[in-house]
């Protein structure tokens, strides 16, 4: 942690990236939650599962 940190203060496109990473968390954190068809969720895992494989 302390590496990452010293590497913070020197590195401005980390520090823009961590703050969109942060950003991002934040907002998708005040998002509701919503249901999902249990078919749409077995459909997206079985993709999920595959796309490994059929990546190479």
Known sequence: R??????????????????QMRQTI???G??????VPQNVLDTL???FRRWPRERG
């Open 45 to 47: 895992l079985e993709h």
């Open 2 to 19: 302390q590496r990452f940190d010293q590497h913070l203060t020197g590195c401005d496109p980390c520090i823009v990236y961590l703050d």
């Open 30 to 35: 005040r998002l509701p939650e919503e249901s």
């Open 26 to 28: 934040a907002t998708l």
